[in-house]
């Protein structure tokens, strides 16, 4: 496949550094065969970076042959059962202060809507909500494009990720938390797990010029050997050697609150949630679903 060339105006950074937050939930009711991460230290602050020259093309700017193989455009009144899974009770990581609960998680108005909000009398202090289309829909290659906003409110994070339905590796993240009186985009890409060290196992890059408050289309297009991550069609990250999965993925998406963003303050207004517009999946002409 011949892919469109172009020249992006404007910086383009590879970021390869030590990371140490924990991999996005692992569900034990649907991957039965595999532990779950449960790193509790900090993500630190990104300390190795590697420029690289401007890309010579974007993989997601070319549209030719790309098909509509599944999406979500959100229109009914509630999650579609036959496209996403509602996850209940599940914890989660070992340091995370909130349970998955379906009342965290309404779409209405054409838009999808993860909540955070503070349970009572509860084990956990906390509810999210979660959904994911495990068994439902895998594909191996193609792109993603989620039109997605999140609010500001330390202590709370929310993820769109993905995995093979084998086992929890590789792993393909967004997320967005704040931190340091920001909120910042993440990519994250998991290959790897404890003990091996943070920096032989993972990379990632954090977005400074984009305000996730805002409605943006987060993309990751998947081909052979490559991954690259966008917003609004343009390139932040990419990984070309591990960490590149070369089996069907699932997608999830979901709230945490505690761990690795920080405990939510007592006085934080909540609930609050992240709103998803769209969720696309665009099959690569030479590829197929699983």
């Known amino acids: 496949m011949t892919l469109v060339r172009r020249v992006l105006s404007g910086r383009w950074s590879l970021l390869l550094a030590a990371v140490a937050a924990t991999s996005c939930g692992d569900d034990p009711a649907q991957t039965p065969a595999t532990p779950a991460t449960t790193d509790a230290a900090p993500m630190p602050t990104p300390t190795v970076t590697v420029p690289g020259p401007p890309l010579e093309y974007s993989v997601s700017s070319d549209a030719r042959g790309w098909s509509l193989a599944w999406h979500d455009e959100f229109d009914g009144d509630r999650v579609d059962p036959k496209r996403w899974y509602v996850s209940s009770g599940y914890k989660g990581h070992g340091t995370i202060s909130s349970a998955f609960s379906p009342d965290c998680v309404e779409v209405k108005d054409g838009v999808l809507r993860i909540f955070a909000k503070r349970t009572v009398g509860a084990e956990y202090p906390y509810a999210t909500g979660r959904i994911d289309s495990f068994k439902r829909y895998g594909q191996r290659y193609g792109r993603v494009e989620v039109r997605a906003r999140f609010p500001r409110a330390p202590g709370v994070w929310y993820a769109i990720w993905a995995r093979p339905e084998s086992g929890p590796l590789p792993e393909l993240d967004i997320e967005v938390k ?57 390139p932040y990250m990419r990984s070309t ?50």
Do not use: C, M
Request: glycine share 10%; proline share 10%.
């Open 241 to 290: 050697t591990k960490g590149v999965p070369d089996s069907p993925i699932f997608w999830t998406l979901n709230g945490w609150t505690g761990g690795w963003g920080g405990n939510p303050a007592a006085d934080l207004p909540l609930p609050v949630a992240f709103e998803v517009d769209y969720f696309r999946y665009y099959a690569a002409p030479f590829a197929g679903t699983q």
């Open 178 to 234: 704040e931190t340091s009186g920001a909120l910042r985009a993440w990519f994250v890409n998991h290959w790897d797990l404890p003990p091996v060290p943070a920096d032989q196992r993972r990379s990632f890059f954090t977005v400074e010029d984009v305000d996730p408050t805002e409605f943006h289309v987060y993309g990751v297009t998947w081909l052979p050997g490559l991954v690259e991550w966008t917003i609004d069609g343009v």
